[in-house]
């Protein structure tokens, strides 16, 4: 599978809530649907930039799907439809307006940080884990 042509996650490397919810993806998702790379990586440099998706600033967790761009609450919710049941339930939460849900998403992002601290440097894949990281 192209790269390009399946599901990555690409998250803050750094962010110690991140990570976490990164865990719970690879936790969740039995069959690997989708795979994992920081925005610090370069899997993101070489897709993300080339969609105008600028990596310099990780707020968000970015969904690519198929070619396709999710950000911010679409992409936290549109990743659950991968995950084992009931995390895939969690894609009701679409019916919330896209502009109720950004918004908690951004006030979260904004204060990760200094809520649930940070790495000095990205999180390291576990050996059998291997196979879902891409950078």
């Not at 790379?37 to 930039?49: C, K, N």
């Not at 895939?88 to 679409?94: A, G, T, V």
Request: net charge positive.
């Amino acid at each position: 599978m192209k790269s390009e042509q399946g599901r990555i996650l690409f998250f803050d490397g750094v962010c110690n809530l991140c990570n976490t919810s990164v865990d719970f993806v690879v936790r969740n998702d039995p069959k690997g649907l989708v795979k994992i790379a920081p925005l610090q990586g370069e899997t993101a440099r070489r897709i993300l930039d080339v969609s105008d998706i600028p990596t310099g600033d990780p707020e968000s967790l970015i969904l690519w799907d198929c070619g396709r761009v999710y950000k911010y609450s679409d992409a936290a919710i549109r990743v659950s439809r991968y995950l084992r049941f009931p995390w895939s339930l969690f894609i009701i939460f679409f019916i919330v307006p896209r502009f109720v849900r950004n918004a908690v998403y951004r006030y979260i992002a904004a204060n990760r940080y200094k809520w649930f601290g940070k790495k000095e440097s990205c999180r390291l894949p576990e050996p059998h884990e291997l196979s879902r990281f891409l950078d």
